[in-house]
């Protein structure tokens, strides 16, 4: 595991688009898993084999529903996009509340994120 030191400045998201504890994103071909959970992000790749950790990022907000997260991880960019529509994952068709999509370094993920159940909840039926 590895605790790096993240550099970078954004402007903070509005704090309704901010993710919170705990979350989970993940994506297939390649698989990854992106998780936020006491004030640290793990991202896990390479099939569980490299897990890198590190403080969460400010959020910067770059519409009504995306925020970005992004700054400097072990001398490679890194980027984190959330936008607030449903996603499928195309592995179990399971649908997700968001869009994610990262950039490390030359590496693009993307994938879904954000708790299914959250779809069904606090909507009129």
């Given at each position: 595991m590895v605790l790096a030191a993240l550099i970078g400045s954004c402007v903070l998201a509005d704090p309704s688009h901010a993710l919170t504890d705990p979350w989970r994103a993940l994506g297939?071909?390649?698989?990854?898993?992106?998780?936020?959970?006491?004030g640290d992000m793990t991202l896990v790749t390479d099939?569980?084999?490299t897990e890198t950790r590190f403080a969460i990022p400010p959020?910067?907000?770059?519409?009504?529903?995306?925020v970005a997260y992004s700054a400097s991880l072990e001398g490679s960019a890194l980027s984190i996009t959330v936008k607030d529509e449903v996603c499928i994952?195309?592995?179990?068709g399971m649908p997700r509340p968001q869009q994610v999509t990262i950039t490390?370094?030359?590496?693009?993920?993307?994938?879904?994120g954000g708790e299914p159940g959250s779809?069904?909840?606090g909507h009129e039926w």
């Open positions: 297939h071909e390649p698989s990854w898993s992106l998780t936020r959970n006491n099939f569980g084999a959020a910067k907000s770059i519409d009504a529903g995306s994952d195309s592995m179990s490390f370094g030359a590496r693009r993920l993307e994938g879904c779809l069904l909840s």
